[in-house]
């Protein structure tokens, strides 16, 4: 599932007229970036949840033309904008799709750019053997978020720490792997159509050491202001 329902605030005026998710980054919309990553590693069956100006990320994906080598990909979406008038936030956005998943799935936002990551059918395989409800991907923390955001034990679980606590933290890259179970608490299909966001749910599952994480130390941007984009841009 490819999150990709928000207004986009602090890149205005570029997504007045443009979901954040198709903006160019060096010469291609962001999402095409992990459209094709996925694809690499055998993961073509995409869900992705619009708000603002989905009609957009709809269109894009109908006349995607496929390059040499590149695999088809089945995509599924999640209106959210159509169905209720305002974006589900994360938690809310992924309970919305959850008929459109299986039990376990990849998530990741649209917004960030990670040009190297790896999905892999190993990573996926070690998820369903450990019995985890999520696999977090973290990253060293941005100058945008100096604090970061989860701990990270030796035994590679992410850690849910109280304020004053001194270990380090990390950034969630927003790349993970989840079970469906995570949300059980939420109503299947989210029908009343609750935004609810995703942060007290890791948590509450990090407490009961059900949610594992690893570092990733490859190229990854928050795409989050027109400063980054165009930075990202120049360095091409």
Known sequence: MILSAGRGERMR???DHCPKPLLPVRGQPLIEWHAQALARG????????????????EQHFENRSLQPGQAPLSVEYSHEGQDFGYALE?????A???PLLGDMFWVLAGDVFVP???FSATSV???E???KLAHLWLVPNPPHNPRGDFGLSDDGLALNLPPD????RYTYSTIGLYRRALFDSLSFGNQQGLATPLAPLLRAAMDRSQVSAELYAGAWTDVGTPARLAELNQNS
Not at 90 to 94: F, K, L, M, N, V
Not at 165 to 168: E, M, S, Y
């Open 13 to 15: 005026p570029l997504t």
């Open 42 to 57: 055998g993961f073509s069956e995409l869900v992705i949840n619009t708000a603002w100006l989905g009609e957009q990320l």
């Open 90 to 94: 994360t938690a809310g956005g992924i």
């Open 96 to 98: 919305r799709a959850l």
């Open 116 to 118: 190297d990551f790896e």
């Open 125 to 127: 395989s070690r998820f």
């Open 129 to 131: 053997g450990s019995g």
């Open 165 to 168: 606590d001194a270990t380090p």
